[in-house]
């Protein structure tokens, strides 16, 4: 799909650099996935925390993941 919009450019720029884009698009592409992406960690979080019949639960997930 084709917008036109305005990015700051000093919004833009450290965007660029940090996901190595090689253009606006990409570097605005990988940024909306990366917002999905930590969106969809946060939910699951929640998720995660309400339900008790899980078997595993968000401090021993959160330990799992320091041990890695």
């Known amino acids: 799909m084709r917008t036109t919009i ?15 884009a090689s253009s606006k698009k990409a570097a605005i592409e990988t940024a909306l996935r990366e917002f999905l992406r930590a969106r969809r960690r946060e939910e699951l979080s929640r998720l995660i925390g309400q339900y008790d019949h899980f078997g595993v639960s968000l401090k021993s997930l959160k330990k799992m993941r320091r041990d890695d």
């Open 6 to 20: 305005d990015i700051d450019d000093k919004l833009l720029e450290p965007v660029m650099k940090l996901t190595s």
